[in-house]
């Protein structure tokens, strides 16, 4: 029986402590008045500054989601570019709230960086991108060439096994930020820069003479990008994963930042009530008020017009959505339903 007790007991400690860091963390937000998000800042398509010196991407955009969610205002962030080793340690130290820098999900990060990934924001892959004027056309010409890449990435390895399977010689330059390996790949240092596919569609519109390389159609890994939470802060993490959730099912619902109003006070079908959070239910459960998703899309967009002006047709990118179609489309893209 004492054992049972002492059982208990210790369940008890751990749930009021988890309760604890999870206010903490909700409150701590609120108590700032801002979201600290960990990005990139050097992604355009993802997370970067434009030419006026304003945030911009679809990594900043679902930042802009959960503030929009939080504190009521797309514009209470506060972003802090990271490198690919700074971001998880940010993280678990509570520098940043919410990591969204095209971190990939894997087991090793997910099981040892003390972070929780809360689920894909974009289906990528790793790439190259070469000069045209080398008349490479495929991954499979690169044999002996100099490759850039990022040091403390997946791309170092998925880049060594892909040559080791096709028996090619490998010239690997790493460097601690595509800033770096960029700067390197243009001033002919390597004759290869590979990173993730949208990193490089994204570096090629921001290069002057961008028509001059060629971004290679081979894929050689699976890098589902999934923004993360710190581990065992629940309630963020559900507040987090149902952002992201919300943004992917409201686009499926035909719900946008145009017809969101409309569509919550003539709601009628159970699925788009429990979306848009009718009853505020889920509201009470996160700690937020009954807004909270007429915010999210109205501010912000539903999955499609986020992917549209940041990666899609109305950016410089042009980026098909491919993968990132919903699942109903072609795509793999595919969240829980309301019900």
Known sequence: MRHVVKSLSILALTLALSQSLLAGTLESVKARGTVKCGVNGEAPGLSFKDAAGHWQGMDVDFCRAIAAATLGSRDKVEFV?????????????????????????????????????????????????????????????LDGKG????????????????????????????????????KAYLAGEC?????????????????????????????????PLSPAVREGDGRWFDLVRWTLFILIDAEELGIDSHNVHRAMSDAQASDTRLLLDVEGQVA?????????VVRVIGQVGNYGEIYARNLGDQSPLKVQRGFNALWNDGGLLYAPPPR
């Open 81 to 141: 570019p990271l490198t690919l080793t700074a971001a998880p340690v940010a993280l678990a130290k509570g520098e940043v709230d919410v990591l969204a820098r095209n971190f990939s999900w894997n087991l090793e990060r997910d099981v040892s960086a003390g972070i929780s990934f809360v689920g894909i924001l974009l289906f990528d892959g790793q790439g190259f991108m070469v000069r045209r004027d080398t008349g490479i056309l495929s991954a499979l010409e």
């Open 284 to 292: 009470k459960s996160l700690g937020l008020d009954r807004e909270w």
């Open 147 to 182: 490759v850039c890449a990022l040091e403390g990435s997946t791309s170092a390895a998925h880049v060594q096994r892909y040559f080791d399977r096709h028996r090619m010689r490998l010239d690997l330059r790493l460097f601690p930020d595509l800033s770096a390996a960029s």
């Open 191 to 223: 004759q290869v820069l590979t990173s993730d596919h949208l990193q490089l569609h994204g570096l090629r519109a921001t290069l002057a003479d961008g028509q001059d390389h060629r971004v290679l159609a081979e894929i050689i890994s699976k890098e």
